[in-house]
């Protein structure tokens, strides 16, 4: 659940393109820290890509070529995990950045980002390729998922005397039956971090009483976790302060699928019902608002459909515990299953 941003609150792919002047290097830019540490390691983990029309080793010979050829060079060495600087025919730059990882830095070299959940020697099971290094547990005792970025770590485990099942793991994610009766647990990794999601799949599920406050243990390494003001929580590096982790307010919803017209509608638990098209803007799957393509028959894990009534989920950290309260009117009035969902990034 801690992220800096809400699982796919902004499109991958939409980017800011900044052009500046011809001192605009690498002096001044810098080596990113999210790739590699030197201009030499750039270079040798950049060797084939160079061969690659529309890409040089070094800004100098991005510059070169773009004046040569009459087009944009990119500069590999100035790549990072969100943006690319590219050489312009008439001698200035332009910094490209993506408002999420499009890439990341692994063995030796730039890899395609890629999510799917694959077993490690040690049983758990990890993303091929995402900005931080991720274990999602395969059941047990222990954390059922831990991130860590450059040290800096934070592990949630599901709260005890119980055990975790052996998981199902399909894709990116890893599902955990049952850890209630009639409420599942999943685990989805990401780009740069994990969502967590519990499936309520019945009326009966919903009136156990360990679901009106939801504590999920936490244990941290090189940071401390701190609530915001504006809600969620926020997990700052012990020596500079400056935030590692950090989680926004969660949502849920129901599996609803009402008529157009009674979109955007107050429900009797004081939830709102998503609004259709024609009622309020569409909105990105998984940010906890409501995208209009998604119809009846949908995987609502991936955010409420049209129709679903939605609800904020209180966020705090007490008792070295991250606690979730649901909105109880929802929860015991919900068409089922409901989804409560919660995500951590870096």
């Given at each position: 659940?801690?992220?800096?941003?809400?699982?796919?609150?902004?499109?991958?792919?939409?980017?800011?393109?900044?052009?500046?002047?011809?001192?605009?290097?690498?002096?001044?830019?810098?080596?990113?820290?999210?790739?590699?540490?030197?201009?030499?390691?750039?270079?040798?983990?950049?060797?084939?890509?160079?061969?690659?029309?529309?890409?040089?080793?070094?800004?100098?010979a991005a510059q070169a070529e773009a004046a040569?050829?009459?087009?944009?060079?990119?500069?590999?060495?100035?790549?990072?995990?969100?943006?690319?600087?590219?050489?312009?025919?008439?001698?200035?730059?332009?910094?490209?950045?993506?408002?999420?990882?499009?890439?990341?830095?692994?063995?030796?070299?730039?890899?395609?980002?890629?999510?799917?959940?694959?077993?490690?020697?040690?049983?758990?099971?990890?993303?091929?390729?995402?900005?931080?290094?991720?274990?999602?547990?395969?059941?047990?005792?222990?954390?059922?998922?831990?991130?860590?970025?450059?040290?800096?770590?934070?592990?949630?485990?599901?709260?005890?005397?119980?055990?975790l099942p052996k998981p199902k793991v399909e894709?990116?994610?890893?599902?955990?039956?049952?850890?209630?009766?009639?409420?599942?647990?999943?685990?989805?990794?990401?780009?740069?971090?994990?969502?967590?999601?519990?499936?309520?799949?019945?009326?009966?599920?919903?009136?156990?009483?360990r679901l009106a406050e939801i504590s999920l243990?936490?244990?941290?390494?090189?940071?401390?976790?701190?609530?915001?003001?504006?809600?969620?929580?926020?997990?700052?590096?012990?020596?500079?302060?400056?935030?590692?982790?950090?989680?926004?307010?969660?949502?849920?919803?129901?599996?609803?699928?009402?008529?157009?017209?009674?979109?955007?509608?107050?429900?009797?638990?004081?939830?709102?019902?998503?609004?259709?098209?024609?009622?309020?803007?569409?909105?990105?799957?998984?940010?906890?608002?409501?995208?209009?393509?998604?119809?009846?028959?949908?995987?609502?894990?991936?955010?409420?459909?049209?129709?679903?009534?939605?609800?904020?989920?209180?966020?705090?950290?007490?008792?070295?515990?991250?606690?979730?309260?649901?909105?109880?009117?929802?929860?015991?009035?919900?068409?089922?299953?409901?989804?409560?969902?919660?995500?951590?990034?870096?």
């Open positions: 659940m801690f992220a800096l941003k809400r699982r796919r609150a902004l499109a991958r792919g939409a980017v800011v393109a900044v052009a500046v002047g011809a001192v605009f290097t690498a002096g001044l830019l810098g080596v990113p820290a999210d790739g590699p540490t030197s201009v030499e390691q750039a270079a040798a983990a950049s060797q084939g890509e160079a061969a690659t029309d529309g890409k040089a080793l070094s800004e100098e040569a050829a009459g087009k944009q060079v990119e500069a590999l060495n100035l790549r990072t995990e969100r943006s690319e600087t590219l050489a312009n025919p008439d001698g200035t730059f332009t910094l490209r950045e993506y408002v999420q990882p499009v890439r990341v830095f692994k063995s030796g070299k730039w890899a395609s980002l890629d999510p799917t959940l694959v077993q490690s020697p040690d049983g758990s099971w990890t993303p091929k390729a995402s900005t931080a290094d991720m274990a999602i547990s395969d059941g047990g005792t222990g954390p059922f998922a831990t991130l860590d970025r450059a040290g800096k770590q934070m592990s949630l485990s599901w709260p005890g005397p119980d055990v894709g990116s994610t890893a599902t955990y039956a049952d850890v209630l009766p009639g409420v599942d647990l999943t685990v989805t990794a990401d780009a740069d971090g994990f969502s967590h999601l519990l499936v309520v799949k019945t009326a009966e599920a919903a009136e156990n009483p243990p936490v244990t941290t390494r090189g940071v401390e976790v701190r609530t915001q003001s504006g809600g969620g929580l926020v997990a700052v590096d012990e020596g500079s302060d400056g935030p590692v982790f950090e989680a926004a307010e969660p949502q849920m919803w129901d599996s609803a699928q009402g008529a157009a017209d009674a979109a955007a509608t107050p429900s009797a638990s004081g939830a709102q019902r998503s609004p259709s098209p024609a009622s309020g803007p569409a909105k990105a799957a998984g940010s906890g608002r409501p995208d209009p393509a998604r119809g009846r028959g949908e995987d609502l894990r991936e955010g409420p459909g049209e129709g679903s009534r939605v609800a904020p989920v209180k966020l705090g950290f007490r008792g070295g515990a991250m606690v979730l309260t649901p909105d109880e009117n929802l929860l015991k009035s919900a068409t089922y299953p409901v989804y409560i969902d919660p995500v951590t990034k870096t």
